[in-house]
């Protein structure tokens, strides 16, 4: 298997502007995460999805934020308006079994935001 | 709300020297604890997973310990080598392992 697999590996944008990152999740793995990691804040959990469905949102810092997971293996994390405290890098993490196995996790997408 | 905190941030030894890595959390109500590698530029990597009724996991050189009730982890490297260096990350998982909290991270280094 390929791994998760993230898109793009490198966004910079401008201030205002969407952004939208991209996950694939390995095959067969029932759970989605999404994480920001900050120097400041560390890693931080943003949102997972079970089955599709999220389940708890809860570390989505504002509405500028949102996820959808309109498949099993394909997942997307929108910004919109993009603000350069948004620059970060996000990582998208699957799992099959949460409490059992461990999550794997993307190479990442480093976003800047100008 | 959980708290993790991994001692010392950085650290430096010489090839060949044993480790040792903290962590402690606040909660001591957790599901389970992992270990994760992360090298520059990269994702992370898991290392070893305890669940919250084991004391302790081993791969190679690696064993992790698990105390809940004094919220400590602590991940012994044997035998270090400059292949070691990475930043070392403690997890600690609430709600049946889908919820991780993620200490700062011990960035080590090993010298040759």
């Known amino acids: ?114 | 709300k959980q708290e993790v905190t991994q001692i010392p941030a950085a650290l430096s030894v010489p090839e060949g020297e044993n480790l040792v890595l903290n962590c402690s959390f606040t909660d001591s109500a957790i599901y389970n604890l992992q270990w994760f590698r992360q090298d520059p530029g990269k994702g992370l990597t898991s290392l070893l997973l305890i669940q919250s009724s084991q004391r302790e996991q081993t791969s190679g050189r690696l064993n992790a310990s698990l105390d809940k009730s004094s919220g400590r982890s602590t991940l012994y490297i044997a035998a270090s080598q400059p292949g070691d260096s990475a930043t070392y990350l403690c997890a600690v998982g609430g709600n049946a392992g889908n919820m991780l909290t993620f200490g700062g991270g011990t960035r080590l280094m090993v010298k040759p």
């Open chain 1, 1 to 114: 298997d390929a791994g998760v697999i993230q898109s793009p590996r490198h966004e910079v944008t401008e201030m205002g502007q969407e952004v939208t990152l991209r996950c694939k999740p390995i095959s067969g793995h029932d759970y989605l995460f999404w994480y920001r990691q900050t120097m400041m804040r560390g890693l931080e959990l943003l949102i997972y999805f079970n089955n599709n469905v999220p389940i708890d949102d809860s570390g989505m810092p504002e509405d500028r934020f949102s996820a959808k997971m309109p498949n099993a293996s394909f997942s997307t994390l929108k910004i919109q308006p993009s603000e350069p405290r948004d620059s970060a890098v996000y990582f998208c993490a699957s799992t099959p079994i949460p409490g059992a196995d461990t999550q794997y996790f993307g190479p990442g997408t480093r976003l800047t935001v100008l």
